[in-house]
């Protein structure tokens, strides 16, 4: 539907997608992962696969960022800036 956005969960490690109208998909963090600030880093938990990320630098500031619902061109934006 033109002028509608896609709400995707995010999924550390998913590529990033259009929605199937070719609109933006809008990222936010999701129930079902984890995380917490180490010194300088993020550590992230996948609580469906029971697997850890960690992020350093510009993960840092992406997940940061994914506070509030974000697209790909809003990160980029936030990044860039």
């Known amino acids: 539907m033109p002028g509608k956005e896609t709400v995707g969960r995010l999924d ?17 963090k999701t129930a079902r992962q984890v995380s917490c600030r180490i010194n300088d880093e993020v550590a992230i938990l ?19 960022a994914l506070e509030q619902p974000r697209s790909v061109a809003d990160l980029c934006s936030s990044v860039m800036g």
């Open 12 to 28: 550390v490690g998913s590529p990033w997608v259009e929605g199937m109208n070719g609109s933006p998909v809008i990222y936010k």
């Open 46 to 64: 996948d609580l469906d696969r029971a697997i850890y990320f960690g992020l350093q630098g510009v993960g840092v500031h992406i997940w940061d």
